[in-house]
Nanobody, 115 residues
Framework: QVQLVESGGGLVQPGGSLRLSCAAS????????MGWYRQTPGKQRELVAR???????WYTKAVKGRFTISRDNAKNTMCLQMNSLKPEDTAVYYC?????????WGQGTQVTVSS
C-alpha cells in the first residue's frame, strides 16, 4: 500500500522555524513532481510549494523567500524548511504528488504559529 507520512509540525512562535518531513512508501515518488499543501478550517487545501524530480521548485507568493522545499529521490523523502513563520502559516500541512491524487492524502501535520 502506498502511503505518505508527514511529520515535524508543532507549536512555534512568530518568527520561528520548523522543518517538515514527508516519507513515502512504495513507488509514489518515482519521477513525479511532489508538493506540500496546507489547509485551514473552512478553506480549501492549497498548494504551498512543489518540486520536480529534477529539483525545480515553485512557491506560492505567501511563502516565497521563507520556505524551502527539497527532496531526496534515493530515500523517497521530501522536506519543507519553514523560516520566519507567521500566524497565517497556521494550518495542517500535507504532502502529495503534484498534481495531487486523492488516494495519497495522509493525516497531515499540524503547524501552529502563535505567541
Amino acid at each position: 500500500q502506498v502511503q505518505l507520512v508527514e511529520s515535524g509540525g508543532g507549536l512555534v512562535q512568530p518568527g520561528g522555524s520548523l522543518r517538515l518531513s514527508c516519507a513515502a512508501s512504495g513507488s509514489i515518488f518515482s519521477t513525479s513532481a511532489m508538493g506540500w499543501y496546507r489547509q485551514t478550517p473552512g478553506k480549501q487545501r492549497e498548494l504551498v510549494a512543489r518540486i520536480t524530480f529534477g529539483g525545480s521548485t515553485w512557491y506560492t507568493k505567501a511563502v516565497k523567500g521563507r520556505f524551502t522545499i527539497s527532496r531526496d529521490n534515493a530515500k523517497n523523502t521530501m522536506c519543507l524548511q519553514m523560516n520566519s513563520l507567521k500566524p497565517e502559516d497556521t494550518a495542517v500541512y500535507y504532502c502529495n504528488r503534484y498534481p495531487s491524487q486523492e488516494e495519497y492524502w495522509g493525516q497531515g501535520t499540524q503547524v501552529t504559529v502563535s505567541s
